[in-house]
């Protein structure tokens, strides 16, 4: 790269990290649900990454985990409008299902930072 050339600044990732206190008696319910979103997900363009996570049961409860990574922030607000016609379409409402199955919900979304 000559002086008069700027460098090129690196597309960051961003990160959808969600996470989840889930009754025991509602694990496999809500897991088969994030099953779901996961493979929808995975579908789009632009996701590097997708994962669930699970913690041991413990008084009465798991932890429950969706990590996400995408390739950009037009790939995250891409997804974010499917999903939205996807759930339409298929009848889901997930803030309803939360609520019938008594789960707290923690929902971030991240940027890689510039180190």
């Not at 409860?61 to 995250?76: K, L, N, P, S």
């Not at 891409?78 to 299902?97: D, M, V």
Request: aromatic share 10%.
């Amino acid at each position: 790269m000559n002086i008069t050339e700027k460098p090129v600044e690196r597309q960051r990732s961003i990160y959808r990290v969600d996470s989840f206190t889930v009754p025991v008696a509602a694990r496999d319910e809500f897991l088969d649900r994030l099953v779901v979103i996961r493979d929808f997900l995975q579908s789009q363009s632009g996701c590097l990454f997708n994962r669930i996570a699970e913690t041991a049961a413990e008084n009465g409860v798991v932890r429950m985990m969706t990590i996400v990574e995408w390739r950009d922030q037009g790939a995250v607000q891409n997804a974010r409008a499917n999903a939205a016609a996807y759930y339409e379409r298929t009848g889901f409402n997930p803030q309803e299902l939360m609520d019938k199955l008594g789960i707290t919900p923690d929902f971030g979304l991240f940027r890689d930072t510039a180190v």
